[in-house]
């Protein structure tokens, strides 16, 4: 891997991010002792982005609307 120190690094910035981009990451070095590598980001996958990902795993009860109605009904009616 490749080692540049800091003035280089700033001179040579969009070269060296290139680079790192095509898959050749490099280390930032102060005074000979390295400091950082760089090297190409890649984001982590999303499940939420995929389609379809829950297929199959929720149970939806039949009657899903009428669940809790008792109850819910009886909050808004008198109580007498």
Known sequence: MQQVNIHEAKTNLSRLIEQAVNGNPFIIAKSGKPMV????????????????????????????????????????????
């Open 37 to 80: 590598t760089v090297s190409a980001y890649t984001p982590p996958p999303n499940p939420a982005n995929r389609v379809g990902f829950l297929k199959g795993m929720p149970a939806v009860p039949e009657d899903f609307d009428a669940m809790g109605r008792e109850e819910i009904q009886a909050m808004f009616e008198d109580p007498k």
